[in-house]
């Protein structure tokens, strides 16, 4: 029995061991990382994906005071002989070029603007548009538009020349073929 009394002067064993573990214990419960009470590593967003609504106009587009026609017949002769510009096809009822140039597949548009108080004279607005019809806004189509609108006033002359000369080789032609001879 003695082991179980304590001795004079001292504490009991056992609760001195007791207080020991409950003080490591909430010692140890107080540093926890991974209870309810640790702070989750910040979630880091996702980057933002910026998506820019289409454009509604094409970079580069004109008008020109010419003829529709002559406009549209300018746009083919100078596509046709301007290195890296792919001649895919064409519409003049849709007054259209199908074309491709450093890679861009694009549509050039030749539409006649009507008569109104700022627009007295022929005039043709020269556009380009994606194959489906939108608005088209690239470097490539943008150049390709400067390009024709630098060449297009030369190239207008130019047809309509070689359509005057064509129409009086016509006129001459039914004179003398419409000439009989007498026998």
Known sequence: MSSILPRPGRAHPMPVRLALLLLFASV?????????????????APPVEIVLPPPTTTRGEFTIEADKLDTWNAVGQI??????????????????????????????????????????RLTTKV???????????????????????????AEIESVRARQAAEKKAAAKKTRHTGKKKKS
Do not use: N
Request: proline share 6%.
């Open 28 to 44: 140890a419960a107080g540093c926890d990382t991974v209870g309810k009470h640790a702070r989750a590593p910040e979630a880091v």
């Open 127 to 153: 556009t380009a548009t994606s194959s489906r019809g939108e608005p088209i806004d690239s470097d490539a189509v943008a150049e390709f538009l400067v390009l024709l609108q630098r060449e297009l006033p």
């Open 79 to 120: 596509a046709v002989r301007t290195p890296g510009v792919e001649y895919q096809g064409r519409a003049q009822m849709l007054d259209l070029y199908a074309l491709r140039y450093r890679g861009e597949e694009f549509l050039i548009l030749t539409k006649a603007l009507p008569a109104s108080t700022t627009i007295t």
